[in-house]
Structure formats: C-alpha cells, structure tokens
C-alpha cells in the first residue's frame, strides 16, 4: 500500500538559516506523483509542487528547492534562508497512477522560524 | 486561487443530529474530494466524486454520504453526528485523478 512518511514532526529554526524537510515514500507503482503543500496558521493548504516519478531532476522556485531521489524514495524539500512568514505545517503527498486510492497525505512537519 | 467555497464556515452540533457540509466550486474540474484533518493524522480521505452523480470512498467512510447532482456542488452528510467527528474538513478540487488538488478554506465541525 501506498505510503508517506514525514519524520519530522516539529522543527524550529532562527531566520535566515536553511532548512530541509524529509518527506519518504512507499509505492508499488512505477508511476506515481509526489506533492509538497503548505498549511500557515491562517489554516488553508497551498499546493506548492508536483513532481512525476519520470522526471528526477531537481527543481528551484526562489528560496525553495525539491530533491527527488527515487532510489532513496525521497522528496525533500528545503527552504534557503528562512523567513518568519514560512512558519506553517508542510505536508508532503503521493498519489499512484495504477494502485490504491487517490493521494496519501503525510501526518506533517511543523516548521518554526523564529526571528 | 481556485475558486472553492466551503459552508458554512464553522458549525456546532448536537450528538445524532444530521449536519450537511457544501462544497462549491467555479473552475469546473471533474474530480472533487471531501477530507478531514485532526491532529497527528495528517489529511484523510473520506470520499470523492469523478463526475456528476460519480462518487467512491474513500480511506475513513463510515459515518458518511456525498452527493453531486452538478459539477460544481459536492455534499457532505454525516447522517447522524458522532464526536468522533469533530474535525475540520477541507473540500479539493483537482482537473484530473493525479493532478494536483486545489482545497476550499476548511469547516470546523464540533459535535458536542
């Protein structure tokens, strides 16, 4: 069965450090989808990416950065210099292609950036 | 921002009475999706539609119904209100099954 796993339960970190968020997966399906999303304390969830299990490279979007490693089965997530307004809960999601329901969510890493 | 609605808003109810949730949305996706989210569970999947009058379970069902008689409503109904339903739930929109999902602003249900 389909599977993600946010070890991280809290982190805290001071303003302008990096921090990297570990997101690792488990599917039976060679297709699949990987999603991080961003919950602030305002409450709504903000779709940040999609990655396809084809496509390994490395994306950057400003101060955000995803490492797909399928051989480690990982879909990590850093943010560079931090900033007080990335304080929020970060979920990280699979979907399968062929197996299984619809997305999987991982129970969450709360991120603290304290000034 | 995808255009999803979710009422209302917050909403407290008695154990046993039956509650409704509405979802609407103005981007005309196929898919939607009803979750819940309580602490240390992450989101969890409770049903979704893939079309008008297409709906399945999904990973917590029991307890509740869905209904979608137009592309842009998708219902929830707890029959019969258990505190064990006491949580916030989030209505998604996506355009396909493996695209990604745009989610309303979340019901925070109380069953007291």
């Known amino acids: 069965a389909q599977k993600v796993t946010q070890a991280q339960t809290e982190i805290s970190v001071v303003e302008k450090e990096d921090v990297t968020l570990d997101c690792v997966y488990e599917?039976?399906?060679?297709?699949?989808?990987l999603f991080w999303y961003k919950q602030p304390p305002s409450g709504e969830l903000v779709f940040l990416i999609r990655r396809n299990s084809f496509d390994e490279q490395n994306e950057i979007s400003g101060r955000y950065s995803w490492n797909f490693q399928k051989s480690t089965s990982s879909f990590n997530f850093t943010i560079t210099a931090s900033q007080v307004v990335d304080s929020a809960v970060y979920f990280c999601?699979?979907?399968?292609?062929?197996?299984?329901?619809?997305?999987?969510f991982g129970p969450g890493t709360r991120l603290s950036v304290l000034p | 921002d995808a255009g999803i609605t979710q009422s209302p808003r917050h909403k407290v109810t008695e154990t046993g009475t039956p509650v409704t949730l509405r979802c609407h949305q103005t981007e005309n996706h196929r898919y939607m999706y009803w979750y819940r989210q309580d602490p240390g569970h992450g989101l969890r999947l409770i049903h979704y539609?893939?079309?008008?009058?297409?709906?399945d379970k999904g990973e917590v069902s029991d307890g509740y119904s869905v209904s979608r008689s137009k592309t842009e409503d998708f219902l929830l109904t707890l029959e019969s209100a258990t505190s064990s339903q006491t949580s916030v739930y989030f209505c998604?929109?996506?355009?396909?099954?493996?695209?990604?999902?745009?989610f309303g602003p979340g019901t925070r249900l109380t069953v007291t």
């Open positions: 999601a699979l979907s399968e292609l062929n197996y299984g329901q619809n997305f999987v």
């Open positions: 539609s893939y079309g008008v009058k297409d709906t």
């Open positions: 998604a929109i996506s355009e396909s099954e493996r695209s990604e999902q745009y």
């Open positions: 599917t039976r399906d060679t297709t699949y989808y």
